[in-house]
């Protein structure tokens, strides 16, 4: 059966107190929370390249992974804190912490619900970044990055229709400057913090009472950013309708009317006409001046396309039409193979911050489960999270993070199967950024330019027996950088063996292959070893 897909349906959040408040209901739930204490020696010896230095580190880590499922209420949760203790200058102390939440609480069956997420991982602080994997030989050039976002969402019935009303909040911090260029003064601007709000509501009708379905929404968007109190604000209003064609194909359209602006303040200026930069490594912002209009386009928008829906389990929607005055497409694919297995593709066009971008991806997130992969050298989260209900992938946004808002057009897609005792999932996807930025401003001349950033990743796990367990991955990925930086590829593989002594003692071993390219620097190869033991309680 065709059923209609409401552009402005809200998909809200959890406030990360949610998981304390599902503790009072576990009686009845599922409920599977593993707290423990980890011990690694880990090394990194350059088989190419970066010098003949064998870095060497000890790491200490607590953490706790779980799951909850009750009635009403479901949240997942992987917290990691670590030190790292340096054996020389190349590989000095540091403190890691990383983390991924999502979870969803009923507060009305059927009607009001909490939904959120969060996220705490790092970046590369050298220009060098091209996600999660490229941390392996970071050394001490890392930042700490923290996304989350909370808020309701409201559904009922009347009559023959439906209303959906959401809002959420999201707040995205990156501790320490990133990619900032020779001399100081940033790129694209150096990203601090954001708030980011988001409100929808919408009224539409399946087709059955009438032949065909309809929704009347609106949706209001503010981001606030620190940097040069940069401001992203969209307003639009649109009808949409779905028109059956047989049981499992349907025509969609829409149309509407979209105001958005992205301002921010002037740079202050020294007496040499050099740019100010704060002691946090920002600019400062001159507020003697009115602000800047970087964007701003108002009119209307419009899409029409295909909805295909052979069996409950496939989906297909493509549409075409005109937004941020040219020509959109955007497409979304999902087949569920089997029970266990799901395919996921995207094709995207939107107006992006880095800010956003995160947000967007913690709320792809399921909230019944998914595989929390972590980098055994590193600590990190892999940059792809994903489970038989979907998921979601962060290389994109923390490949190249800017302080500046940009045209974001590409294509992601995701794949994953778990077993009695295989599991596996893949994700790849490519994105290409065209910058935005005030025809009077510093960044003027970057106006337009864009950057390119590729990447792919195949992982997986399998159960050799009821105490022993095999986990590899390979990873690849490129950015080019159309901005005047530096062109940066990263590849390499890894495999663990895990063994479990007892219930609660386990040990694991890791060997892994990890080689940097860029544009300015040889290849680096590194042979990457680590053997561990663990604890859980």
Known sequence: MIRLSFPFRATAL????VMAGMASSAAQARTDVTPYIELDQTFIANLKGGGDDVLTYTTAAIGVDGSVLTPRAEAVLSLRYEHQFGWNKRTPDSDIISGIARARYSAIQDSLSIEGGALATRARTDGYSTGTNGLVTAGDSTTQVYSLYA???????????????????????????????????????VFDESVYHNATASVGMQPGPLP???????????????????????????GDVTVPVTSTLALVGGVGYEDIEISQRA?????????VISNRGGLVSDTSVPRLISYDADGLIWDAGVLWRPSRRTSLEARVGRRYQSTHYVGNF?????????????YFDRIDSFGRVMNGALIGLPTSGFNVLRNPFTG??????????????????????????????????????????????????????????????????????????????????????PNSTLGASIYGNHFDAGTGGIDITNYGSYVSYNRLFGRRLSARASLGLDALDTSDLDTIISLLGQVGVRYQF
């Open 14 to 17: 959890l406030a990360m107190g």
């Open 151 to 189: 808020g309701p969402t409201f559904t009922t019935d009347v009559g023959a229709a439906t209303v959906n009303a959401a809002y959420r909040i999201g707040y995205t911090r990156v501790e320490d400057d990133v990619n900032v260029t020779i001399g100081g003064v940033p790129a694209l601007g």
């Open 212 to 238: 065909f379905g309809w929704s009347l929404g609106a949706a209001y968007d503010r981001e606030d950013a620190t940097e040069l109190d940069q401001r992203y604000e969209a307003k639009q209003v649109r």
């Open 267 to 275: 740079a202050l200026l020294d007496g040499t006409g050099n740019p």
């Open 334 to 346: 999902t087949w569920r193979a089997s029970a266990n297995s799901l395919v996921e593709i995207s």
């Open 380 to 465: 990190d989260i892999n940059g792809c999270v994903g489970s038989d209900d979907g998921g979601s992938c962060f290389n994109d946004a923390l490949a190249a993070i800017s302080g500046t808002n940009y045209r974001n057009r590409g294509i992601t897609g995701q794949y994953a199967w778990t077993g009695r005792r295989w599991n596996w999932g893949a994700g790849l996807g490519y994105s290409r950024r065209k910058f935005i930025a005030p025809d009077s401003s510093i960044f003027a001349s970057l106006d337009g330019t864009t950057d390119e950033y590729y990447f792919g990743e195949v992982y997986g796990g399998y159960k050799l027996d």
